[in-house]
């Protein structure tokens, strides 16, 4: 079955479908990194999911989101970011990465910003564990991220939907099955019959 790579690609369906965005800054904070996610989700907001985005607008968006990446992976290493929002932040920048590595490095991340008390940072975690598997060819195991088949058109496959119980699901406070089929159903009927 020939993929080719569909809204998760575009890195813009974690605003889409993600929950409440990063707080205002905090005294400790980080502004530039702040300054950072803002930008990171300001151009997707713009793009609207219905229709196809304009490539030069994707284009641009690329450029910009490796350019957040070098920046973000500098004041990593300077030590500069260090509260639960910084790392939330530098998550998702990092979510919109290329390879493997990037989804790697946005998963460990969210974690950092979860054991910091940022609950709502699970949600990233699963996001980016999920593109982190699905970029080393493995199923994924929460089924947050979607590609594009030409043969099924939008599926979250392959997915192990065996591996994580709704309990889990629940305790983590990411979506449950039923959410990620309703979603899916959703995008489904959403694309344009030949």
């Known amino acids: 079955m020939m993929r080719t790579a569909w809204i998760a690609a575009l890195g813009w369906l974690t605003v889409a479908v993600g929950p409440a965005l990063a707080q205002s800054p905090s005294p400790e904070d980080n502004r530039e990194i702040a300054a950072m996610f803002e930008a990171d989700q300001a ?3 713009a793009i609207d999911p219905a229709k196809l985005p304009d490539m030069t607008v994707i284009r641009r968006m690329i450029a910009e989101d490796a350019a957040r990446r070098t920046r973000a992976e500098a004041m990593l290493r300077e030590g500069s970011l ?3 929002e910084d ?3 530098a998550a998702f920048i ?3 990465g290329s390879k493997s590595a990037d989804y790697l490095l946005a998963h460990s991340l969210a974690m ?6 940022k609950t709502e940072a699970n949600w990233i975690a699963a996001a980016t564990l999920d593109r982190y598997l699905m970029q080393i060819s ?3 195991i929460y089924g947050m991220q979607y590609s594009r088949s030409k043969e099924a058109g939008p599926t979250m496959d392959p997915y192990d939907r065996s591996l994580i119980p709704d309990s889990v699901r629940t305790a ?3 979506p449950v099955q039923a959410e990620r089929r309703k979603k899916l159903d959703a995008m489904k ?6």
């Not at 950092?112 to 008390?117: L, N, P």
């Not at 009927?189 to 030949?194: D, E």
């Open 172 to 174: 983590l406070g990411v």
């Open 189 to 194: 009927a959403s694309v344009p019959k030949p």
């Open 138 to 140: 493995q199923p994924q």
């Open 82 to 84: 260090n509260t639960a």
């Open 87 to 89: 790392y939330y932040r």
């Open 94 to 96: 990092f979510q919109h």
């Open 43 to 45: 151009i997707r907001n």
């Open 112 to 117: 950092a910003a979860v054991a910091r008390g």
